[in-house]
Nanobody
């Protein structure tokens, strides 16, 4: 029953930066793991970054290569993704998701993630 709303997407040049935000309402996310996924046209949804309930453990997809940082503010029921050194292949719709449990135990967009936002478009021009 939690509602998740992403914001911050847009158009940037190669090498630029964007910060994405995910605002939750209706239910708390403070005891849940949170994750960002992305999906490009014709491709499967893939794991970008995850963070456990209190923020002391983070995980990133192999393609991130140190360029992105995930963070959360449980007092404000929010999660963030800072993206730097963006590449054209980062172009996708980015989704915020809540895990059923408190830890990142899966990087697949399946049963473990029970709530999803509507997505925000990120486009990186070459």
């Amino acid at each position: 029953q939690v509602q998740l709303v992403e914001s911050g997407g847009g158009l940037v040049q190669t090498g630029g930066s964007l910060g994405l935000s995910c605002a939750a309402s209706g239910r708390t996310i403070s005891v849940h793991a949170m994750a960002w996924f992305r999906q490009a046209p014709g491709k499967e949804r893939e794991f970008v970054a995850g963070i456990n309930w209190n923020g002391d453990s983070t995980y990133y997809g192999d393609f991130v290569e140190g360029r992105f940082t995930i963070a959360r503010d449980n007092a404000r029921n929010s999660v963030f993704l800072q993206m730097n050194s963006l590449k054209p292949e980062d172009t996708a719709v980015y989704y915020c998701s809540r895990g059923k449990g408190s830890e990142i135990v899966s990087t697949s967009p399946g049963d473990y993630y029970d709530s999803w936002g509507q997505g925000t478009q990120v486009t990186v021009s070459s």
